[in-house]
């Protein structure tokens, strides 16, 4: 099929097999599109109200200013559509009493979290020096600022004191609270376990606020343990633990001890034998006050546990900003979709504790 008329209201296009198209302007209402398998394209300004799309297939398709009142799409396919965006970085702050995270996506939009109330804004975009960041510059600039920041709005003026993770950047050692001293110390065991001491001191009297040691194996009968954040008073550790081919568990440690506290609802990927590494990087960090943590636990999801028990405080996953599609009294969309695609909803989705 090469070509679409503007005015096909009412066709029978059941079965149609449609690759690498873009549609704009057109209407598509009362049309049998049943069974219709669409791959690579864009629907923009299409009204499908009406339309038979049972069974019908979308593959990585933009939908744009589309309606699909009254359309019947039981049993329809959405494969890479909604499209969720990658969380870049996540930078604590502070204002007054509550404490932000700051989340940068793919798509360059800031957002503010306040894990407490789980509310989530939208951001402008801060200059550096009257210059528009790009999405991998944005998380950078934010994590090497320790002042003051105003982020308009209700939200005003914030601190910041270098406390979050990068995505996109060189791992490197984290940074604990003046006075304090962190040492990361590698070795292998005997087989060839692959070991992370690692140590925090008071500077001025030498005490030892933390001493844990990381772990894992070539050995597919052991388990892995592997650090995810240090706290910036440096007195607890977030790790993840798991036997090969098993969930991953989620917990806090302090102090020397084996036994932490387990974070709730944590979920975990199934841990696969890949390579050897101690260090997790998929993006976690306490806040400043080092009672929350957050956690990025899917590339575009951000958890938040309460430290004291471990208790999930909720979490929220993003996708593309709302992109003005109408889906009043449509049968069989994906709650997903809805979300992610219709008027009114700002590309987020909260989910509050169980």
């Not at 910041?160 to 304090?180: I, Q, S």
């Amino acid at each position: 099929m090469a070509a679409f008329s503007r005015d096909l209201h009412g066709a029978d296009l059941a079965g149609a097999n449609v690759t690498g198209f873009y549609l704009k302007d057109c209407n598509l209402s009362n049309v049998d599109l049943s069974r219709s398998s669409w791959e690579t394209g864009s629907f923009r300004r299409v009204s499908f109200d009406h339309a038979l799309l049972r069974g019908a297939s979308f593959r990585d398709i933009d939908f744009v200013d589309v309606t699909f009142r009254d359309a019947d799409l039981s049993d329809s396919i959405f494969e890479e559509s909604p499209r969720f965006v990658d969380i870049i970085g996540g930078i604590w702050c502070t204002s007054s009493d509550k404490e932000i995270l700051l989340v940068v996506l793919a798509d360059s939009r800031l957002i503010a979290i306040t894990p407490k109330t789980l509310v989530v804004q939208a951001l402008p975009q801060p200059n550096s020096k009257d210059q528009k960041l790009t999405s991998q510059k944005i998380t950078p600039w934010l994590l090497e600022l320790s002042n003051t920041l105003n982020l308009g709005d209700d939200l005003g003026n914030v601190y910041l004191d270098r406390n979050g993770w990068n995505m996109e950047g060189v791992w490197k050692e984290w940074e604990v609270a003046d006075g304090l001293k962190s040492t990361l110390t590698e070795s292998n065991a005997a087989g060839g376990d692959e070991i992370l001491d690692i140590e925090v001191t008071v500077e001025a009297t030498q005490q030892i606020l933390l001493s844990q040691k990381m772990h894992d194996t070539t050995d597919l009968s052991s388990a892995a343990l592997r650090a995810m954040a240090l706290s910036k008073n440096g007195k607890q550790l977030a790790v993840l633990s798991a036997d090969y081919n098993d969930m991953e568990t989620a917990s806090i440690l302090s102090g020397n001890s084996a036994q932490g506290i387990p974070l709730r609802d944590f979920r975990g990927d199934t841990l696969e034998r890949m390579f050897s590494y101690t260090i997790d990087l998929r993006g976690a960090a306490f806040s400043s006050s080092g009672n929350l943590l957050a956690i990025c636990e899917r590339q575009n999801v951000v958890g938040f546990w309460r430290t004291s028990d471990g208790e999930c405080m909720g979490r929220v996953s993003f996708h593309t900003a709302a992109r003005g599609c109408v889906v009043e009294s449509a049968t069989g969309l994906l709650p997903e979709f809805v979300m992610a695609n219709s008027d009114g909803k700002d590309g987020w989705i909260v989910e509050p504790p169980s």
